[in-house]
């Protein structure tokens, strides 16, 4: 048998028009719900461990991205969002990913536009209706994320296994599981746009 990495096996569902199932199944929001929430408003941790592999490590942004991708997502099909999904991102960066791996609106099937305009702002539609909600992070959530970024390059730039580094990294990882586990409403705001 072919040794396929995880990248290889997403494109090749999403040639298949399949993406949007693969990774609605993977957040654990669709099917009959058996796959439990760790906490009430927090995603499936599976997502997670594909968003890493997606990703390429697991960093704030993008979890900050799946939790905007997630909630959008549950706000527009409760507001009678209908049909495929398209997502306008305003910032060109790691919450990108987040987005797409939650959402299911991908560069690759063209249901994503990032402009670059330094806003964490999710607009997601659906075409059918034109329905549309907006999601941005919380101010709590970014003033967790702020720190993430300067502590991981500090962690980096200390020798492996140093008491210093294990603590700095124990530090960010709290942030991570933060974003992982905190209820939607501490983490993200979404409002019915149309």
Known sequence: MKNVNNFSLFKGVARLGLAPLLL???AGTGGSGARAEAV???PDPGLYDFLARFHG???AGSLMGARLGLAAKVALKEAGGEGKLKARYFDHSCP?????VAAGTTLGNKAMEVVNKNEHR???TAEKNGRQVEARLTRLAEEKAKPSRELS???????AGSP???RLEKEIEEVYAWFRTAPDAEVVTVRVVK
């Open 122 to 124: 999710l607009l997601l």
């Open 164 to 166: 210093e580094r294990q």
């Open 40 to 42: 009430a408003g927090a």
């Open 57 to 59: 490590h697991t960093c």
């Open 24 to 26: 609605v199944a993977l």
């Open 153 to 159: 390059k500090k962690a980096r730039a200390l020798p």
């Open 96 to 100: 990108v990913d987040g987005i797409q």
